[in-house]
Structures are given as structure tokens and as C-alpha cells.
């Protein structure tokens, strides 16, 4: 069984930010941030979210989406440096999730720098852990320079739901070959998550027990891991089925 803390024992980690990186776009970043942004909301957290994407897709999915009322989405502009935005927000919510564009710019590297944990979106193509390989470095030079660890781990995205597929075990291979860190749940290719881009309906909002849900559930827990702290708050990370 899932704990929930909805509407009821409020977020109890001190203020994520959690960042979404990949340098090549349509790896599934905006889609993963959708997703954790309705089911930190679905945990009781105040949740903000900043947007880097061109196509500023977050402010959309979230005003079409009733439940996420309380959801702040920030964009940079002139007078809103990525860096202020990030300061000021995560000085108010509980949580901060970042969508990225899908390049290598120097925002990129600002907000891997404020980050807490870097999931990079990956999908199972020869572009994607190339560009997927070349994040993890980045972040890797954002920890030199700032003389610390930040949490990261590869997601697979748009992944068979019912097939492993022989690609799968060549991407993670090539990722772990490098000691690029996998994360065990994987972001499935569904229906649902097409459709709520349209309606603002997230199935991990509408339907706990539906397998979209338990998808994003499990991929939700398996970042949340990552937290600094996490293995000593177990009631952070209730245990969950993945999606068969």
C-alpha cells in the first residue's frame, strides 16, 4: 500500500529542487516533470516549477489541470534571472521541480548547481545515451566546481509496458559501463500520458489504482530515494508495485 499524505500530513523533506536535464530535446523531460509535479501536489507538498522550455509547456498542463491550482510556474525573462527565480522559489515551497530546454546552455548548468536531484530523461535510441552520457558529465563538472555530490540518476522513458526489448539492456549497459547510475522503475509509453497534455488530467491524480498511476508512483518513489536523507526517513518512499 502507498502512504499518502494527501490533504492531511504535510511534506516533511526540507525544500527539493529537483531538475529534469537532458541535452537533447524530446527525451521525455517535460512529460516526467508534469507527472511529479501532480504527485508531490497528490502528497500534500507546495509545489513550484520552473519552466526553461521555449515552448513553456508546464504553465499550460497546469492551468488545464483544477487540482494543480497551487502550482507556481515560473519562466525567466529580462528582470528574472534563472538563478533569482530558483533562490526565491525554493524559499517558499516545499518543492522545486525544473524543466529544461534540451540543449547545453548555460541555465542548464545554473540550476544542476541549486539542485538537490538530477533525473536525465532517456529514451532507447543511440541519440538519447549519447546526449544522456554528455548530461551526466555536465553534472559531473557543476559537482567539481561547486566541491559536492548532487544525486542523479538516468530514467528510461517511453518504455514497452509489456516487452523488454534488447535495446533496453544495450542502453543500460552503456550508461552503467560508465558507472552512470539507472534508475530501477522506468517512465512506460501510455495512452494517458499523451492525453492529459491535452486535458490536464494526470492518472496519478484521477485513478491511484490505474497502471499509469502505479507507473508514475513507482518512478516517483525511485526518485525520491535519491534525496539526500531519504534512506534515513523511510516514510518518505512508500513502497509501491510497478505498472506489469
Known amino acids: ?60 498542463f497546469v492551468a488545464r489541470a483544477p487540482a494543480l491550482a497551487g502550482v507556481e510556474v515560473a519562466v525567466p525573462g529580462p528582470d528574472a534571472r534563472v538563478s533569482e527565480l530558483i533562490a526565491d522559489l525554493s524559499s517558499r515551497r516545499d518543492v522545486v521541480i525544473i ?18 536531484v538530477v533525473v536525465i530523461p532517456s529514451q532507447l535510441s543511440e541519440p538519447d545515451v549519447r546526449c544522456g552520457i554528455e548530461t551526466w558529465q555536465m553534472i559531473r ?23 523488454r526489448t534488447r535495446a533496453q539492456e ?28 491535452f486535458n490536464g488530467s494526470a492518472p496519478n491524480l484521477d485513478d491511484r489504482d490505474g497502471n499509469a498511476a502505479r507507473n508514475v508512483i513507482a518512478l516517483f518513489e525511485a526518485i525520491v530515494a535519491l ?10 518512499a512508500a513502497t509501491a508495485e510497478a505498472a506489469p
Not at 99 to 110: H, Q, R
Request: charged content about 25%; proline content about 7%; glycine content about 8%.
Open 1 to 60: 500500500m502507498l502512504e499518502c499524505w494527501h490533504d492531511s500530513t504535510p511534506w516533511k523533506r526540507p525544500l527539493p529542487i529537483l531538475t529534469l536535464a537532458q541535452t537533447k530535446g524530446g527525451s521525455g523531460k517535460t512529460t516526467t516533470a508534469e507527472v511529479l509535479i501532480a504527485e508531490f501536489t497528490w502528497r500534500g507538498a507546495s509545489v513550484a516549477a520552473l519552466d526553461l522550455d521555449p515552448n513553456r509547456p508546464l504553465g499550460r
Open 99 to 116: 524543466d529544461l530546454m534540451g540543449a547545453a546552455t548555460p541555465d542548464m548548468l545554473v540550476a544542476i548547481g541549486f539542485s538537490d
Open 141 to 163: 563538472e557543476v559537482e567539481r566546481m561547486g566541491r559536492r555530490e548532487i544525486a542523479k540518476a538516468v530514467l528510461f522513458t517511453r518504455t514497452s509496458p509489456t516487452l
Open 170 to 197: 544495450h542502453a543500460r549497459r552503456q550508461y552503467e559501463k560508465l558507472g552512470i547510475r539507472v534508475l530501477p522503475a522506468e517512465f512506460m509509453e501510455r495512452t494517458a500520458f499523451k492525453e492529459m497534455t
Open 227 to 236: 534525496l539526500p536523507g531519504a534512506a534515513a526517513a523511510p516514510g518518505l
